[in-house]
C-alpha cells in the first residue's frame, strides 16, 4: 500500500525558505509520479511542482517557477520541496501526491496523498 509523509511546514516571513520533505513508502520499483499540490482556505487546489521517480523531469507551476524546486533522494525515497523568495500567497496547506505513471504534471491527478503540512508566509 502506497502510504505518504510530509512534514517541514512552518510559519516564516516574506522573503525566507523553507523545505518540505515527503517520505514515499510502499511503490514497487516502477516509474510513478510524486507531487507537491497546495490549497489555501477559499481557493482551489493547485498543483505546484511535479518529479518522476529515478528520472526527474520537473514540473512546475508558472508561479513558483524560479523560486521553487523539487529534488528526490531515490536511495531514501523521499522528495523535496526547496521553496525561497516565499510570498504570503504561498501560504497554504501543502500535500504530497503520487501516482504510477510516466508524465507527472504538476497539476495531474493524483491517487494516493499525504496529510498535509501547513506553510505561513507573513509580510
Known amino acids: 500500500q502506497v502510504q505518504l509523509a510530509e512534514s517541514g511546514g512552518d510559519s516564516v516571513q516574506a522573503g525566507g525558505s523553507l523545505k518540505l520533505s515527503c517520505k514515499v513508502f510502499g511503490y514497487t520499483p516502477i516509474s510513478y509520479c510524486v507531487a507537491w499540490l497546495r490549497q489555501a482556505p477559499g481557493k482551489e487546489r493547485e498543483g505546484v511542482a511535479a518529479i518522476l521517480s529515478g528520472v526527474g523531469s520537473p514540473d512546475y507551476a508558472d508561479s513558483v517557477k524560479g523560486r521553487f524546486t523539487i529534488s528526490q533522494d531515490n536511495a531514501n525515497n523521499t522528495v523535496y520541496l526547496q521553496m525561497n523568495s516565499l510570498k504570503p500567497e504561498d501560504t497554504a496547506m501543502y500535500y504530497c501526491?503520487?501516482?504510477?505513471?510516466?508524465?507527472?504534471?504538476?497539476?495531474?491527478?493524483?491517487?494516493?496523498w499525504g496529510q498535509g503540512t501547513q506553510v505561513t508566509v507573513s509580510s
Open positions: 501526491a503520487s501516482r504510477y505513471g510516466g508524465r507527472c504534471p504538476a497539476n495531474g491527478q493524483y491517487n494516493y
